[in-house]
């Protein structure tokens, strides 16, 4: 089929915009790679630091250098459901890595934080800086130079994004990200969020809440949910990052283990020879469009406004929010996974998963089928699945119709003709708001704004019964400058309340929902944000604000010269209230973090201009 013209036209832009940048970066690759493994020009005591601690015939290999060296990093620990599975994938990996003909140690770990766990606690304002500090831990055990591929396993949110860039500063190297799976379904998603609001109204007891939260989060493996953790599944799969199919294959199952051997096998194929494939070549400007397409097509995690943004940066691809608001103008709705829908992804996969996904897309002209993957050349590998035949893995073809079209559908016949995820600007800044799960009548707000800086003081005003009335909920100094950017869940089952009860309700934030904010209509990651002196911060109770997913537009209806004049009345907390739960130790990346369109990173370059409002507000105070 032949190309979109948007598609065409945006992946031409991102490449034009990017060239100086990908330049630099490919350059910077070629330095690093060698005809051969750097361990080979170590001095004789580095190498010999390197295999101290192996024994048997391994050690013999690597010290005369035949053979390819694996690092495995992994995000594995046994509190968080998804990364408990992957235990056991090192010793798997070990041997199926010597079985094809190399070697495979294990380089590094890196930590895995749970939203889940820290979510309303103080722990989650430290949740995005760890993308960053996971990138720099994987960086810290790529450092060696003892290896010539990489295998990254993890699954959920921020690890990753921090895993995909961490990698990316050794471009030089394969790399293939290893997953773990869903869990099986458990109490439906939609029952759970009932539950979660009758809470909010009192009307269920913290007995009933816990016991519906464990019936949904109850074993080993992915939450069902589609939220950030699969949908970074399914956007690296399409990116060519897995093996075809790897996404959703459950823990504890045999295919689960024959593809975790199987790709310490690839990345033995894919670390030399003709079969060489590094990181940078596989995640260019192609694979990034297909990223943002995919998560357009299937109406994922808000998150990935700025993971992928962070990520493409870090392979000099410079990606914006405007190339996602005009690639989801034309990719259409595909999905209906929770919190867009009732099915969660055990369903999605059941439908077809991936392998019909990337089959439909690509049939409609929305993908970039000419790109590298770790399976090999070309995105039309993706159309196929993993199976075991007489034990054996293989992969055959996909099912080339949907098998559920209630949970997935071809492009020809969409949920909606746009990927629900839009782009709002107006003299409040920029913003994203997810209108996949949005009713039409509910996407365009205007009313009162109610301003807090806590979702704990919005909370307490619901609860006393302040916000009966058609408002706009604004709450603020949640940026990532302010404290980390937290993800405010704790606030939708209210804002579900009220929107139940006849009231017209929208949210405006710094801060993030990921997918959570579900039928809300929501203006999130608003930037520039208020600890930085945004327009956001000078917004007072009873100014009418406007949020108009329609248009896209995000407006104060107020004067803009008495705006801009407004006195600051909060602020970010200071240097001695952000402490504790281990807050103290990440402030220098509280004070280095750039915007969220930017990716909200630590790394890169960031203009002066985005911390000049947070110096004359500490001025001020």
Not at 14 to 36: E, M, N, T
Not at 94 to 120: E, N, S
Not at 545 to 560: K, N, S
Request: some cysteine; hydrophobic content about 45%; glycine content about 10%.
């Amino acid at each position: 089929m032949t190309l979109h013209p948007i598609v065409a036209e945006v992946t031409a832009r991102i490449a034009a915009r990017s060239a100086a940048s990908r330049s630099a970066y490919l350059d910077r690759v070629a330095q690093a790679a060698q005809d051969g493994p750097a361990r080979r020009d170590m001095a004789c005591s580095n190498l010999a630091h390197g295999f101290a601690g192996i024994t048997g015939g391994d050690k013999d290999l690597l010290r005369a250098v035949r053979r390819p060296n694996v690092a495995i990093v992994s995000a594995y620990n046994d509190m968080l459901s998804a990364h408990q599975p992957m235990d056991e994938y090192p010793a798997w990996i070990k041997d199926a890595a010597r079985l094809g003909g190399g070697v495979a140690q294990f380089a590094g770990g890196v930590p895995a934080m749970c939203d889940g766990i820290t979510q309303g606690r103080a722990g989650m304002e430290l949740s995005l800086f760890s993308r960053d500090v996971i990138a720099m831990a994987t960086g810290v055990a790529l450092s060696h130079e003892m290896f010539d591929s990489a295998l990254l396993l993890g699954v959920c949110d921020k690890i990753v994004p921090g895993l995909l860039i961490g990698a990316l500063s050794f471009g030089h190297l394969p790399a293939i990200l290893v997953p773990a799976g869903p869990m099986n379904s458990g109490l439906p998603n939609s029952e759970k969020a009932r539950v979660r609001q009758l809470f909010a109204e009192g009307k269920a007891t913290r007995e009933d809440l816990l016991e519906a939260e464990s019936a949904s989060y109850h074993s080993p493996g992915t939450c069902t949910f589609y939220g950030t953790a699969n949908s970074n599944q399914l956007v690296v799969e399409v990116m060519g990052l897995h093996l075809p199919g790897a996404s959703f294959v459950p823990p504890g199952t045999k295919l689960r283990r024959a593809l975790t051997e199987e790709a310490a096998r690839r990345a033995v194929e894919i670390s030399r020879g003709e079969e060489y494939t590094p990181i940078s070549r596989v995640v260019d400007v192609k694979s990034v469009v297909n990223g943002v397409i995919a998560l357009l097509a299937t109406g994922g995690s808000t998150n990935h406004t700025m993971h992928l943004v962070a990520i493409a940066s870090a392979a000099g691809v410079e990606l914006g929010w405007d190339d996602f608001a005009e690639l989801s103008a034309v990719v259409p709705l595909l999905t209906r996974v929770y919190p867009n829908g009732t099915a969660d992804i055990n369903h999605f996969q059941a439908a077809g998963g991936v392998q019909f996904l990337v089959h439909t897309l690509l049939e409609a002209g929305l993908l970039h089928e000419d790109v590298h993957t770790v399976a090999g050349p070309g995105l039309a590998r993706y159309r196929r699945e993993p199976v075991l035949v007489e034990g054996a893995l293989t992969w055959r073809d996909g099912p080339g119709r949907t098998l559920d079209p209630d949970v997935l559908r071809p492009a020809a016949e969409p949920f909606a003709p746009d990927g629900g995820l839009r782009m709002l600007a107006g003299n409040l800044g920029r913003a994203v708001i997810k209108v996949s799960a949005v009713a039409a009548a509910q996407r365009v707000v205007q009313a009162p704004a109610r301003v807090f800086t806590s979702q704990e003081g919005f909370s307490a005003a619901f609860k006393a019964g302040e916000l009966e009335r058609d408002v706009v909920v604004v709450v603020r100094q949640q940026g990532p400058q302010a404290n980390g950017m937290p993800e405010l869940h704790k606030l939708t089952p209210a804002l579900g309340v009220l929107m139940d009860r006849g009231f017209r309700v929208a949210l405006v934030t710094d801060g993030r929902m990921s997918g959570a904010s579900g039928k809300i209509p929501a203006a999130i990651q608003v930037t520039p944000e208020a600890a930085v002196g945004g327009p956001l911060a000078r917004v007072r109770d009873g100014d009418v604000l406007r949020v108009d997913a329609e248009t896209g537009t995000l407006e104060a209806l107020v004067d803009p010269a008495e705006l801009a004049a407004r006195d600051l009345v909060d602020f970010p907390p200071d240097a001695q209230a952000w402490t504790g739960t281990g807050r103290e130790l990440f402030a220098a990346l509280r004070r280095a973090v750039g915007p969220a369109d930017r990716g909200a990173s630590v790394f890169g370059p960031i203009a002066a201009s985005h911390f000049a409002g947070r110096i004359n507000q500490e001025v001020t105070r």
